[in-house]
């Protein structure tokens, strides 16, 4: 299991509109395939991964992340200014 392509596939799912964390697992364990554990136990690999990134301020979250259905992240680089009356 290669972890820079798991993180590297997490950040192309990831847009800069919010998107459910049950979403980004779903398309980050279609891209790893066979490279990942199958079941749970590969989308726990990639949960992990989603929290470290949280953690490192490279992802934004609304709701408990551990909760994939009603949770969801962006990419924090995403927000940008608004001006007032936009």
Request: charged fraction near 30%; charge should be negative; glycine fraction near 10%.
């Given at each position: 299991m290669n972890t820079s392509r798991?993180?590297?596939?997490?950040?192309?799912?990831?847009?800069?509109h919010w998107t459910k964390v049950a979403m980004v697992i779903a398309k980050v364990a279609d891209v790893m395939g066979r490279d990942?554990?199958?079941?749970?136990?590969g989308c726990e690999v990639i949960s992990e991964h989603i929290?470290?990134?949280i953690?490192?301020?490279?992802?934004?979250?609304?709701?408990?992340?551990?909760?994939?259905?009603?949770?969801e992240v962006r990419r924090l680089d995403s927000k940008t200014p608004r001006v007032k009356g936009q």
């Open positions: 798991i993180e590297d596939a997490i950040i192309f799912a990831v847009g800069d990942l554990p199958s079941g749970d136990e929290e470290v990134f953690r490192a301020g490279r992802l934004e979250a609304q709701g408990n992340t551990k909760n994939w259905r009603f949770s």
